[in-house]
């Protein structure tokens, strides 16, 4: 038998590990997949590192084994497998099937039984063995024909363990290791062990007198008397925990040489399992190798990175940048702000080889600028709107884009981390690379770009080419432009805001009897429920809560209550903005610029981050008047705001169809009116305020697929009322239900999606046997397509007015888009012709069953903008 070697490998516990270790995927059938992928990959790697002869994949049967038997809280405290993960077990069954691997499971075993009865087995016919395991308790099997392969952290981080290893980790051989379990007992597999004895303790103890069996019978022997007492005391306990330790290797499973032998693939199924779980990095392989599980781009690559030292080795670079054609492109900065951030190396990969630009003097840039400008040298690159701006503050261009990972992996999933390129290459090729191996990372943009390409259906490059890809150079415009800040307006309201705190602190200290900590929860909830000896609406683990929920609910228990939210809402405004804002203005541009993430939201839409100038609190007027900070750069220009009138009804109006909400539209009528008239039965011109705001409430409820329990929220009527409030909705417009009812079937049918331009949100929850995850689909289900639409409507409009404004030669700039809103910065004198232009832009972007409507106003601030009729300014 010798020259055999047999692999055992826990299937449970390599599928848990590769489930937690990779992002959650998924296929287009909303079948979820990380686990099964991740554990093909870690086979892959082990099987060509150890090649063996004879192959087992090992299962759990069932949660009821001898040892519940024997214990009842044997893994008591073990969490149920999320919901993700259970169906992935019976699909890794099916992937081994067509590999030709055995599995095998044993009723009232666990996996670990059965590798350690064919472990033992093995041993007696002089056949060597490795297990794979991410479970420490295997190592217990490790002899000198036994060794175990540890998965540690990921996919790709393993152990060897051998007998010299172990004892050199634990102190102890391998076969004694149960010993020490049995003392020191086992949090994970809730084995209780010894009271007081820790891992130091019991190998100590075992090193000295080798099992428990000895222990016992020197009892008397061992010194401190509360450590041999608690021994004593829980001896039967000891003995217990070994038993549950032990791994059995006597389970009655037959020897089969035949079945355990690595076979061919079921080369076809293989194909075909592979296609349905849309494993195409897989595929791949299978065409290229006609056997492997892994593509060849599994293995890093071996590439030289060649150091650019002077202008003659820059311009050799690009004269064969040129000679070629395309490059992938990639900068290390300083930081991830681009209007802050400093390029410190430039990497460019062309074949096999990474040149590397250091930038220890920025003139050093210019050297490389023939190759940034050249349109005919064509680039993949991750997040190209970064490098744009900060190219841009080198008086440099990023031109000849060719691909852009980050816009491209965004239209693929917008579920995935897109800006995380680490996890992209383990998504998409198997394999991992840390952040700081940019060399690397940039040498494999291209294998990454084709297989993402590949793996996107036509109508989403579609997307990504006619909207994402062009769009990125307009926000890269914008967050270059920024907005001017005026920094007095900033401190002015920075010292009424810290002056009235002042006074809400002194009147909250009064109202409570003695200064305390405001914004300490603990010290805020003995305040309120414990010294006042107000009602208790909620508690947490750590004490009462106090939020704003909370708080809103006690609003009239005692007149301290509104003091605290005021305090609260100040602080926050004069933390978050006044005092923040004015550490964001760019010392030479004077000017804050905000980062438009493009790539970051499931619906399309875009977000602000650093800072947040989407999020200015405006229902309160303490927060719009922050708007004054933001100002026009100086007397010859103004702000200009349109905002879309109710773009997400009029989404939900187009792609439902719905008569009743389509004539709303068309003839101007006020929808929330016309709601309020419907549901409430009552004339249009009878509907009173009241009604409206409830009407309102519905409407947009309806949007964001609110339940009874939200809207009686919402709108201070009972449940009963708010479940009365949809019901008549709905009657009353039956394209709204019916559009309901099919966009959730659709995404159980296809698990997925899709708004106007065919932009997708993978929703595989829906088909969830978890009815709370498939309720949040559902609403999901409901949203995705509107406010997606909504997105896609404005980002259309945007790259109609850029693309006008330029063709006309006009100088305003576009300089944010806050949702349903774009903010331009507009010389007086082209005031009207660029108005007019914004607001045809924006009416006309695409053709709805609905008309879009724009409210255009203007002023020198943000704040101060009045509405502007055109042909009357």
Known sequence: MSGEKLMLVDGNSLLFKAFYALP???????????????FLTMLNRVLEQENPTHVVVAFDKDKKTFRQEMYGDYKANRVAAPDELLGQFALIRQVLDALNITYLEQEGYEADDIIGTLSYKAEQRGIDTVIVTGDGDALQLVSDKVKVLMSRKGITDIAVYDEEEVKNKWGVEPYRLVEVKALMGD????????????????VKLIKEYGDLENLYAHIDEIKGGKLAEKLKEQKDIAFLSRELATIKRNVDIAWDEEKFKRREPDWQVLKDLYQKLEFNSFLQALEKKGSGLMPETSTLPSLEVREVKGEKEALELVQRAKREGEIALAFKADYHHPMWARIEDIFCALGKDVYRLHLDEEEKILWLRPLLED???????????????????????????????????????????????????????????????????????????????????????????????????????????????????LEELTAEFANRIKKYEEKIYTLAGGEFNINSPKQLGKVLFEDLGLKVVKKTKTGYATGVEV???????????????????????????????????????????????????????????????????????????IRKAFVACDEDHVLLSADYSQIDLRSLAHISGDEVLIDTFVKGIDIHRRTASEIFKVPLEKVDEELRRRAKAVNFGIIYGISDFGLARDTGVSRKEAREYIEK?????????????????????????????????????????????????????????????????????????????KKRGLKAKMLLQVHDDLIFEVPRDELEETAALIKQGMENAIRLKVPLEVAIKVGPNWYDMQPLELGKS
Not at 24 to 38: I, K, M, Q, W
Not at 187 to 202: E, H, L, Q
Not at 458 to 480: G, H, K, Y
Not at 736 to 750: D, L, P, T
């Open 375 to 489: 349109e005919n040298i064509k680039k993949v690159v991750h997040n190209a709107k970064f490098m744009q701006v900060i190219l841009s503050r080198y008086g440099v261009s990023l031109r000849g884009l060719k691909g852009d990972i980050l816009l491209l992996s965004y239209v693929h999933d917008p579920a995935l981390d897109a800006e995380d390129i680490c996890q992209l290459f383990t998504r998409f090729l198997g394999i991992r690379v840390e952040k700081s191996d940019i060399p690397l990372q940039v040498g494999m943009f291209n294998d990454l770009y084709q297989v993402i390409y590949q793996e996107t259906p036509a109508e989403l490059i579609e997307l990504l080419d006619r909207v994402e890809m062009p769009l990125s150079f307009i926000l890269a415009d914008m967050e270059m432009a920024g907005i001017k800040v005026d920094k007095r307006v």
């Open 24 to 38: 959650l995927l998924h296929n287009r059938e909303g079948v979820f997949t990380n686990a099964v992928y991740g």
């Open 551 to 625: 708080l809103e609910e006690l609003y009239d228990q005692h007149e301290i209550i509104p003091y605290i939210l005021g305090y609260r809402q100040l602080a926050k405004l004069k933390s978050t903005y006044t005092d923040a804002l004015a550490n964001l203005i760019h010392p030479v541009t004077g000017r804050v610029h905000t980062i438009f993430k493009q790539a970051q939201t499931v619906t399309g839409r875009l977000s602000s981050v650093e800072p947040n100038l989407q999020n200015i609190p405006v229902k309160m007027e303490e927060g719009r008047r």
């Open 729 to 805: 909705y709905l009657n009353s417009y039956p394209g709204v239900k019916r559009y309901m009812e099919e966009i959730v079937e659709m995404g159980k049918k296809y698990g997925y999606v899709e708004t106007i331009l065919k932009r997708r949100r993978y929703l595989p929850e829906l088909n969830s046997p978890n009815k709370t995850l498939q309720a949040l689909a559902r609403r999901m289900a409901l949203n995705t397509p509107i406010q997606g639409t909504s997105a896609d409507i404005i980002k259309l409009a945007m790259l109609r007015i850029d693309e006008e404004l």
């Open 187 to 202: 949090s994970s597999d809730n084995i209780p062990g010894v009271d007081g004895i820790g891992p130091k303790t019991a």
